[in-house]
């Protein structure tokens, strides 16, 4: 079975520094998606950046980009430029490929980010 | 704006009740899955339905049950209520298997 883990319960980072949150997964298919969304209190989750796992290019959406390494297994997320409204609790998030059946989502425990002004 | 909205946003049953949680899609999103999110802790998936039939199910009873209509509405249906089943639901639809999910804002219930 598939899982996602997230290591690290809670992060803070001054506003306009950068941050890196965590992200292992485990998964014997080949082809797979993984995403990280936000979650802000008004609990609405947000795609912030996907990644198909055939690309070996990391994503970026603006200020937002992904280290991922296949072998590992690791998809951590970057925000660079922290603002005030990146405030939320951040999930990781893995999905089977096009081939696999079901397209569940398979989300870790989060990461609640904090902003300090 | 996800165009995905869910209703009520708050509810709350006591044990052994029957409840009904809806979604609404966007239109051409004719695939629907329903998640559990208890606090503290990622969701869950529960089923998710393609084109009004059910695509795949989590770890979750028969008491479980939802729907899917042709106007890109569904439900999640759940007989009787236990404590633990206090949570946030949270609808997401796509246009297409293969596609994004967007989520809805949750309808949080409690169980008393």
């Known amino acids: 079975a598939q899982t996602v883990t997230q290591s690290q319960p809670e992060m803070s980072v001054q506003e306009a520094e950068t941050v890196t949150l965590s992200c292992t997964y485990d998964t014997s298919e080949s082809d797979y998606y993984l995403f990280w969304y936000k979650q802000p209190p008004s609990r609405q989750m947000i795609l912030v950046i996907r990644?198909?796992?055939?690309?070996?290019q990391n994503a970026t959406e603006n200020r937002f980009s992904v280290n991922f390494q296949k072998a590992a297994k690791s998809f951590s997320l970057k925000i660079s430029d922290s603002q005030l409204g990146d405030a939320a609790m951040y999930f990781c998030?893995?999905?089977?490929?096009?081939?696999?059946?079901?397209?569940?989502?398979?989300f870790g425990t989060g990461t609640r980010l904090k902003v300090l002004a | 704006e996800t165009g995905v909205t869910q209703s009520p946003t708050h509810l709350i049953k006591t044990r052994g009740q029957q409840v009904t949680l809806r979604c609404s899609s966007q239109s051409g999103h004719n695939t629907v899955s329903w998640y559990q999110q208890a606090l503290g802790q990622g969701p869950q998936f529960i089923f998710q339905?393609?084109?009004?039939?059910?695509?795949g199910r989590g770890n979750f009873p028969p008491r479980f049950s939802g729907l899917q209509f042709p106007n890109y509405s569904s439900e999640l249906n759940v007989n009787a209520l236990e404590l633990d089943d206090s949570a946030l639901y949270l609808c997401a639809s796509s246009a297409g298997q293969n596609q994004p999910q967007h989520f809805g804002d949750g309808t949080r219930l409690s169980i008393l």
């Open positions: 339905y393609y084109r009004e039939e059910e695509n």
């Open positions: 998030a893995y999905r089977r490929g096009a081939t696999s059946g079901t397209y569940k989502y398979i």
């Open positions: 990644q198909e796992a055939y690309k070996q």
